[in-house]
C-alpha cells in the first residue's frame, strides 16, 4: 500500500515559522522525489517545491524561494517543509506527493502520483 501523511500544519503568526513533515511508507517509500503542493479554496492546487531522493536535489517556486526549505531526514522517509516568514498569502493546505519529475525546472506529477491526506496552514494574527 502506498502511503503519504502529512504533519505539522497549524495556526501561524504573519512572520512565524513552521515545518511541516511528510512521511512515506509501503511502495511510496521508493520515491523518486516528493514535492509540496498547496491550495486554496476556488483555486488551483500549486506546485511549489520538490526535493530528490537520490541526491536531495531540489526546486523552489519563485512565489517561495527564499522562504520554504525542503529537507529529508537520513533514510529519506521523511521530508521536511520549513517555511519562514509566513504571511497570510501562504494560508493553504499543503499536500506532498510522489513525484515523475523534479528538476531545476519544476516538478511533474505524473500517472502514479500518490497523494498526502493535506495538512492545514493558518497564517493570521
Known amino acids: 500500500q502506498v502511503q503519504l501523511v502529512e504533519s505539522g500544519g497549524g495556526l501561524v503568526q504573519p512572520g512565524g515559522s513552521l515545518i511541516l513533515s511528510c512521511t512515506a511508507s509501503g511502495l511510496a517509500r521508493n520515491y523518486y522525489a516528493i514535492g509540496w503542493f498547496r491550495q486554496v479554496p476556488g483555486r488551483e492546487r500549486e506546485g511549489i517545491t520538490c526535493i530528490r531522493r537520490s541526491d536531495g536535489g531540489t526546486y523552489y517556486a519563485d512565489s517561495v524561494k527564499g522562504r520554504f526549505t525542503n529537507s529529508r531526514d537520513n533514510d529519506q522517509t521523511t521530508v521536511f517543509l520549513q517555511i519562514n516568514s509566513l504571511k497570510a498569502d501562504d494560508t493553504a493546505v499543503y499536500y506532498c506527493?510522489?513525484?515523475?519529475?523534479?528538476?531545476?525546472?519544476?516538478?511533474?506529477?505524473?500517472?502514479?502520483?500518490?497523494w498526502g491526506q493535506g495538512t492545514q496552514v493558518t497564517v493570521s494574527s
Open positions: 506527493v510522489t513525484l515523475a519529475q523534479c528538476s531545476y525546472y519544476g516538478l511533474e506529477v505524473g500517472d502514479s502520483g500518490s
